[in-house]
């Protein structure tokens, strides 16, 4: 059964760090691209950072662009999101998702074209 473990959330104080990383389980994840999203407090679920099979594309949203950095270890089946500068407005529960696809090259950054995702990790940034 495929499944996806998010981990690394916290509370941080604005400025500061976190890592977050997702395991993955069951599911071919060398094919598998991958993203992050978050959704925050009364809002909907939204696009954070996707990484393709292959490593090599990457793709973010505008607000977390040279803060963010998305990066995957096939070898260990895990995705990772390093998030530095962070700011109030990245508060929120951030969730793991994948695709399977069969380009190497393919990012998503639209949440229904996941299959599959992890029940999330909470990240809380004070002013």
């Known amino acids: 059964q495929a499944q996806l473990v998010e981990s690394g959330g916290g509370l941080v104080q604005a400025g500061g760090s976190l890592r977050l990383s997702c395991a993955a389980s069951g599911l071919t994840f060398n094919r598998c691209a991958m993203g992050w999203f978050r959704q925050g407090p009364g809002k909907e679920r939204e696009f954070v950072a996707a990484?393709?099979?292959?490593?090599?594309?990457?793709r973010y949203t505008d607000s977390v662009k040279g803060r963010f950095t998305i990066s995957r270890d096939n070898a260990k089946n895990t995705v990772n999101l390093q998030m530095n500068s962070l700011k109030p407005e990245d508060t929120g529960v951030y969730y793991c998702?994948?695709?399977?696809?069969?380009?190497?090259?393919?990012?998503?950054?639209?949440?229904?074209?996941?299959?599959?995702w992890g029940n999330g990790t909470p990240v809380t940034v004070s002013a």
């Open positions: 998702g994948g695709r399977l696809t069969t380009s190497g090259e393919y990012v998503y950054t639209r949440s229904n074209y996941m299959g599959y």
């Open positions: 990484i393709s099979w292959n490593g090599e594309n990457t």
